[in-house]
Structure formats: structure tokens, C-alpha cells
């Protein structure tokens, strides 16, 4: 899968895109020389607060925006100044602006409608999204008068019916409660590996990214921060915001003491010393923010092995863990998620002294 | 006792003394008159302030007078057609002034389209008086066009209204979906905008219908010799003496008006 992953095409590819609302004083830059290669059949997901600029981009590579600078190719075709209604990319909208004066069959058959598809083509195709959305039962439904749910699986259809090269959903999902969140994010996963369809998704849910994606792009202030695959930008995050964002992550103050070829060694306040990778160039003497993964360390009762030292302040038990919060020697808050095993319950206490242990392989540098 | 408390705290003007009485008060007045010139429409004696009992005599020769045939017609045919082409108008400009980027001194033709409301209408007749008096001299026509002209003019601002509120409450995205989805602008519109502002178009035409229907002022001065409407005729007729056959024909225009303002909230609503 992932060998496959490497030779396929790409589908989307963004190009050094800029884009600036309004004029002189007014402008705001919403996008700032984006980079991106999304690859064919891939679950692509943009992830970011809102207000990063993944809406805009989204908007760009639909069609509804065209760019300050750069360009956008759907495959070979430079598609940066078609309208949206000559590119072969559909798009889920957030609120699903569904067509209220026609039945759910009737918005399905829109798009396959302007493209002077014929009759009989239309009704078949339609007939087979419908199924594939299991909606098939309701199609002669008005818009209003079907659930939420339902109205999100009728926009998912119309966007698909035309068979898009690429679908576009802008965060499709929000609006739907929890379950049916969760239900729809499985669908969505079928029906992209049924349809085998590129899938450009946004959202602002890191958990969504990443249980969805095969890659996601971390966006913030109009910037591409990371690209990667979801355990990638998990477990290694190159920027703070990243790490933050996506997770929750313990920041750490080391100083560089020496440099080979590929490793650096850091040394913690402590004085414990490390070796981990060099991803850039760094020297002797500089100052360096690592992140740690809560639940990638251990505590224990043994104080002098331990990589840190801190007092228990509190802790919350939360069935298949137990989240510690622990002041450390220098004053600076740690957090620890600690799996639960039976039997072992009851180790620490608040107010208790603790040791946190660090595995070098858990230990992220970040860029400043 | 707490619903008790919250509800005392809220200004509750239904419950201010004499409120009931007032409101009764200014519905009699409002339309006491109106319902005794529809009663006195089926009066059958010849005096408008006595009773002799019911009667649709009146109706009977209100309908048969050529002069009413003739001037009815007249105001229809002008009510259509100003009508028509107020809406017409009426939707362009309200795409014009929704459905574009924002640019300078739109707010300026929102107001500009709206000003009719605002000048008095002896004004306006005044000046559609002059002006079309020297077109008259120049081209020597005197037909029914100015009117027609008038009227759409007049018509306009309230056509745009409905047409304009209704524009501006429908979600926009359904337009960029219908362009996602392949359609051109003009299929966009055909396919979307249109069939979901029909309601607001009909209701337009219909408030423009009767609002060029009732016209008096501008109607009396550009008319030229032989033009009556239907309203300058009745009038015309006052100034004769008052028969109950005035009294029919306003009870049936009013009736036409009732029917036609119902139709506007009813496709408002929808």
C-alpha cells in the first residue's frame, strides 16, 4: 500500500500559491507561497485553525478564487484561472447548499444534467451513487424534509456523481453530532477507496486528520507548517505549532554539547545527556526546544536514574489511563499519560516525589 | 412564582390600560368607512346616506356603463404592462445590487432606486407633466406610452423591494454549488437564482399591479384628453354628484386589490 502510494501520479499540485484579500492598507494575506503535491486516490487531508487559510486554498483549487500568485495544476492541465464550472472537481460544502426547490434525485442529477449527459446515462449513474450513499430510498425526498445526516450523504452524492477527479470537503463533517460523525468518517473512507476518487479534505479536528488521512498538510497564519503521513506528523512534529496542534506535547529546554555527523548530543537542565538525530545544522552551545509525547514516558519511584525529577500535583484517572501533572525540580509544569495495568494501581500519590524516565527515540528537536 | 416574577419584568404592552379599546378604536376607524362604502354598494335606493334595502343593482350598472368597460380596460391594460416591465427592471437591478462585488456608490443606487418612495407624487406628476408635454411637441404622439412609462417609473421601487429581500436571504452557496456542479452563469441563474426568486418576482409584479391600479395623482396629470383610468374616472364622476354606482366600483377594485395583496403575502411567506 504505501510502496504503491510512491509511484502514483500526483493529482494536485499547488504551486508556490499566493493570495491576498483586498488592497494596501486593507489586504490580509491568507496564503503565503503554498507547496503541494497531492497524489491520485489519496485521502488528503488540510488541517489547521480556522482562519490558517485551508477554506481559501480549498476555494482555489475549486475554482470560487483565483490566486495573487503561482498556479495550480489538476494533473498536466494548468487549471489556476478556469471557472468552477469547466474543472472536473466537486466539492462537499460545509453548510451542503443543497438545491431546496428539487428532490434529493434531482440535485443528485444536476451535475451530470450540465454536462449533457444522457437520460438514461443520468438515471443509472445516479441510481448507483444514490446506492453507494444508501439514500436510494429517499430520492424523491425534498432537501427539507430529510435529516441532517442524510443531507450530508445527498451532498456527498451530487459532489460524486459526476465522477470529479477530485472531491473537495470543507469541513463536511462539523456540522453532524458525534456518532454521526464518527459513522460518516467511516463511509467517507469507503466510499473513497469504492470510488477511487482523490479526496481533498479540511478540517479543523486534528483527531479527524488523523484517523482519515493518508496525508495530511499542517496549516497555520497561511503557511504549510508539515507534510506527512499521520503517524509522521505525530510522532515527529518539525515545528512547535505542529506538535501542539496535534496532540498533546511536554516542550523542553536542552542545550547542544556536541555535533557528529548525524547525531547531536543534548543536555537537559539536569545535566542528563542524549544523542538523538540532526535534522539541521546546529552547533555547540546553541539552545534547542524538544518536544516529548505524554504517554512516551515512564515514572518511576527511583529518583537518580530518573532523566527529570518533579513532585506529583495532581492526577486524574481516566480508566485505561492515569493523566499525572508534575512539577519539575526547575519549576516548569510535565505532563505524563500513563497506562493503567491492574495489579500496579496506586504507585504514585499527589504530592509524592517521582522520577520521569525519557527513551532517546521519544525525543523530538524542534526548529525554533 | 418564578414564571410569575420573569413574565411581571418584561414590558408587556398588551397589558397597558386601554390598550384593547385603542387598538379596537384605530381598527373601527381604519375601517368603519371602508365597510360602510361596501354596505351602501348594495344599497337599492339612488341615495348614498339612505338605506332601501339589498341590492346588486348597482353592480348591474357600474358593469353595463360603457364608460367604466372602457376605462377598466384601460387601467388593466396599463397595470399589466407597467407592471411587467417594472419587474422586469425591478430584478435586474436587484441582481445588480446583490449579486455583484461590492463597488463604489452602490448604496447610492440602492437609495436612487428606492428615492420614488420618498419624493411626493405631485412632484413627480408635475415634472412627467413638463417633460413629456415638449416630447409631445416634438414627436406629436399622444398615446397610451406615457402612461405606461409613468407607471412602470413609479412601479419600480416597489417591485425591487420583495424582489431585493428575497435575494438577499437566499444562501448564496447554492449558486457557487450550481457552478461547481458544471453549470454555466446563465444555467446557474435559469436553474437556481431564478426558480427560487420566482416568489419574490411574483410578489413585486403584484404590489406593482395594484399600486399602478389605484394611481390618481400621476395618473390625472400626464393623462392625455380621453385617457382615463379607472380611478381618475371615479373622480371624474364625484365631482358630477355621488351615486352608489361609485360606491360598487371601489368595493370591486377593492376587492381586486384584497385578492391580489393576499397573493403577495402568500408568496412572501413561501
Redesign the interface.
Known amino acids: 500500500m504505501l510502496q504503491a502510494s510512491s509511484t502514483r501520479q500526483i493529482a494536485v499540485t499547488v504551486n508556490a500559491i499566493t493570495k491576498i484579500f483586498g488592497e494596501g492598507d486593507n489586504s490580509v494575506v491568507a496564503l503565503e507561497d503554498v507547496n503541494l503535491e497531492i497524489k491520485e486516490n489519496e485521502f488528503f487531508t488540510l488541517l489547521g485553525p480556522s482562519g490558517c487559510g485551508k477554506t481559501t486554498l480549498l476555494r482555489l483549487i475549486?475554482?470560487?478564487e483565483h490566486p495573487t500568485s503561482g498556479n495550480i495544476l489538476l494533473y498536466d492541465q494548468d487549471i489556476t484561472f478556469l471557472?468552477?464550472?469547466?474543472r472536473p472537481?466537486?466539492?462537499v460544502?460545509q453548510?451542503y447548499?443543497?438545491?431546496?426547490?428539487m428532490t434529493v434525485r434531482q440535485n443528485v442529477s444536476?451535475?451530470l444534467e450540465?454536462?449533457g449527459r444522457a437520460k438514461s446515462e443520468i438515471k443509472e449513474t445516479v441510481d448507483s451513487v444514490l446506492n453507494l450513499v444508501r439514500m436510494e430510498e429517499l430520492a424523491n425526498r425534498r432537501t427539507s424534509e430529510i435529516s441532517g445526516g442524510q443531507q450530508q450523504r445527498v451532498a456527498l452524492a451530487?459532489?460524486l456523481a459526476?465522477r470529479p477527479k477530485v472531491l473537495l470537503l470543507d469541513e463536511s463533517l462539523s456540522a453532524l453530532d458525534y456518532k454521526l460523525r464518527q459513522d460518516m468518517q467511516l463511509e467517507l473512507k469507503r466510499l473513497q477507496h469504492e470510488t477511487g476518487i482523490t479526496f481533498i479534505f479540511v478540517t479543523h479536528d486534528q483527531e479527524e486528520a488523523l484517523t482519515m488521512s493518508d496525508r495530511l498538510a499542517v496549516m497555520d497564519e497561511g503557511r504549510v507548517l508539515q507534510v506527512g503521513g499521520p503517524s509522521e506528523i505525530y510522532n515527529y512534529p518539525k515545528e512547535r505549532f505542529v506538535a501542539e496542534f496535534i496532540g498533546d506535547s511536554n516542550f523542553l529546554e536542552a542545550d547542544v554539547t556536541s555535533v557528529n555527523e548525524r547525531l547531536v548530543r543534548i543536555q537537559f537542565y539536569t545535566g542528563k545527556e542524549f544523542e538523538v538525530p540532526a535534522f539541521r545544522d546546529m552547533r555547540v552551545g546553541a539552545h534547542v526546544t524538544v518536544a516529548v509525547r505524554p504517554e512516551q514516558v515512564t515514572l518511576s519511584n527511583s529518583l537518580d536514574a530518573a532523566t527529570f525529577t518533579g513532585v506529583i500535583e495532581n492526577m486524574v484517572y481516566l480508566g485505561t489511563h492515569t493523566h499525572y501533572i508534575i512539577k519539575l525540580s526547575n519549576g516548569s509544569e510535565f505532563t505524563a499519560h500513563i497506562q493503567n495495568l491492574r495489579g500496579h494501581d496506586r504507585q504514585f500519590e499527589i504530592g509524592g516525589a517521582v522520577g520521569i524516565a525519557l527513551d532517546p527515540a521519544t525525543i523530538q528537536v524542534l526548529k525554533d | 412564582m418564578s414564571e410569575v416574577q420573569v413574565r411581571r419584568k418584561q414590558f408587556a404592552v398588551r397589558k397597558l390600560p386601554g390598550f384593547q379599546s385603542t387598538a379596537v378604536l384605530c381598527f373601527v376607524l381604519l375601517y368603519a368607512p371602508i365597510a360602510a362604502l361596501v354596505i351602501y354598494s348594495f344599497n337599492a335606493g339612488t341615495n348614498i346616506a339612505l338605506w332601501e334595502g339589498f341590492s346588486l343593482k348597482w353592480y348591474h350598472v357600474a358593469w353595463q356603463n360603457e364608460q367604466v368597460q372602457e376605462v377598466t380596460i384601460r387601467s388593466f391594460i396599463i397595470a399589466s404592462v407597467a407592471s411587467f416591465s417594472a419587474t422586469l427592471l425591478a430584478t435586474l437591478a436587484a441582481l445588480g445590487t446583490t449579486r455583484t462585488e461590492n463597488y463604489r456608490g452602490r448604496t447610492a443606487i440602492y437609495a436612487l432606486i428606492n428615492q420614488p418612495l420618498m419624493v411626493p407624487e405631485i412632484v413627480t406628476g408635475v415634472a412627467l407633466l413638463i417633460f413629456f408635454a415638449i416630447i409631445k411637441t416634438v414627436t406629436g404622439y399622444h398615446g397610451l406610452f406615457y402612461l405606461m412609462l409613468a407607471h412602470t417609473a413609479f412601479c419600480i421601487p416597489f417591485a425591487y423591494l420583495p424582489i431585493r429581500a428575497r435575494l438577499e436571504g437566499m444562501d448564496i452557496s447554492l449558486e457557487t454549488a450550481a457552478q461547481d456542479l458544471y453549470a454555466t452563469p446563465w444555467m446557474t441563474f435559469r436553474r437556481i437564482t431564478l426558480p427560487l426568486l420566482w416568489p419574490g418576482v411574483l410578489a413585486g409584479a403584484m404590489l406593482a399591479f395594484v399600486i399602478s391600479l389605484d394611481d390618481v395623482v400621476i395618473t390625472e396629470l400626464v393623462k392625455s384628453a380621453g385617457q382615463d383610468t379607472l380611478p381618475t374616472y371615479m373622480l371624474g364622476q364625484l365631482r358630477r354628484g355621488v351615486t352608489p354606482e361609485v360606491n360598487a366600483i371601489s368595493s370591486a377594485l377593492l376587492g381586486v386589490s384584497i385578492l391580489l395583496v393576499s397573493l403577495f403575502y402568500i408568496l412572501r411567506n413561501r
Not at chain 1, 471557472?83 to 469547466?86: A, D, E, K, L, S
Not at chain 1, 447548499?97 to 426547490?101: G, I, K, M, T, W
Open positions: 475549486a475554482g470560487f471557472p468552477p464550472y469547466q472537481v466537486n466539492t460544502f453548510n447548499a443543497l438545491f431546496p426547490h444536476f451535475g450540465m454536462l451530487r459532489a459526476p
